[in-house]
Nanobody
Framework: QVQLVESGGGLVQAGGSLRLSCAAS????????MGWFRQAPGEEREFVAA??????????GSLADSVKGRFTISRLNANMVSLQMNRLKPEDTAVYYC????????????????WGQGTQVTVSS
């Protein structure tokens, strides 16, 4: 079993930065994709980005245009991933979830097997 624990969320003013981190425990997941999703109040969960440790590839979804140049995902090692968020906007306010799953290069939440509890990111205007 794999446990994911996120850290780094909080309250920040628009234009500020936050760095989210996610650590996996339970087993080495070098073969897994690790990534981030977010869910704003009243909205559906949406894919932010994911990355493969083996290939070094990064996957982007429909949010790519809205976060391009502002968010950077990094796979720090086989069991850790981070999301650097710069120039944050109020519309980035959401609970951010770390996810891990078999390497399907997927942006769909149902393809991820393990989830963290989520960390709240609130951006004030």
């Amino acid at each position: 079993q794999v446990q994911l624990v996120e850290s780094g969320g909080g309250l920040v003013q628009a234009g500020g930065s936050l760095r989210l981190s996610c650590a996996a425990s339970g087993r080495t997941i070098s073969n897994f994709d690790m990534g981030w999703f977010r869910q704003a109040p009243g909205e559906e969960r949406e894919f932010v980005a994911a990355t493969s440790w083996r290939s070094g590839r990064t996957y982007e979804g429909s949010l790519a245009d809205s976060v391009k140049g502002r968010f950077t995902i990094s796979r720090l090692n086989a069991n850790m991933v981070s999301l650097q968020m710069n120039r944050l906007k109020p519309e980035d306010t959401a609970v951010y979830y770390c996810a891990a799953g078999s390497p399907r290069a997927s942006i769909a939440g149902h393809d991820y097997d393990y989830w963290g509890q989520g960390t709240q990111v609130t951006v004030s205007s």
